[in-house]
Nanobody
Framework: QVHVVESGGGLVQAGGSLRLSCVAS????????KGWYRQAPGKERELVAV???????AYADSVKGRFTISRDTAPNTVYLRMNNLKPGDTAVYYC??????????????????WGQGTQVTVPS
């Protein structure tokens, strides 16, 4: 089992910055991908930024050049630095960790784990 906890959300004026943190705990050795998603009121959850299992990074077009994902292997934390925030960035931001099958590491199941979310509000 993996437990994911986000922090760092808040209210910030347009043009401001925030840094979100996501810490994964539990059996983290099988995590192959971690990333950030968001869900605005009345909209579907969407990808914001992610470390793919290959190690490459993907960003939503709407945040390219403004948001940066980074990570620390210890203590298994991924960050989302958000600059030049806009009202359209207002949403609940979720961290997602994915475990993959890897026999070399005795990882036997694909699964996904979500945090509880952290609210980011950018007033218009």
């Amino acid at each position: 089992q993996v437990h994911v906890v986000e922090s760092g959300g808040g209210l910030v004026q347009a043009g401001g910055s925030l840094r979100l943190s996501c810490v994964a705990s539990g059996d983290t050795r099988c995590i192959s991908s971690k990333g950030w998603y968001r869900q605005a009121p009345g909209k579907e959850r969407e990808l914001v930024a992610v470390y793919r299992s290959s190690g490459s990074i993907a960003y939503a077009d709407s945040v390219k050049g403004r948001f940066t994902i980074s990570r620390d292997t210890a203590p298994n934390t991924v960050y989302l630095r958000m600059n030049n925030l806009k009202p359209g960035d207002t949403a609940v931001y979720y961290c997602r960790a994915v475990t993959s099958i890897d026999t070399a590491r005795d990882c036997t199941a694909w699964d996904e784990y979500w945090g509880q979310g952290t609210q980011v509000t950018v007033p218009s």
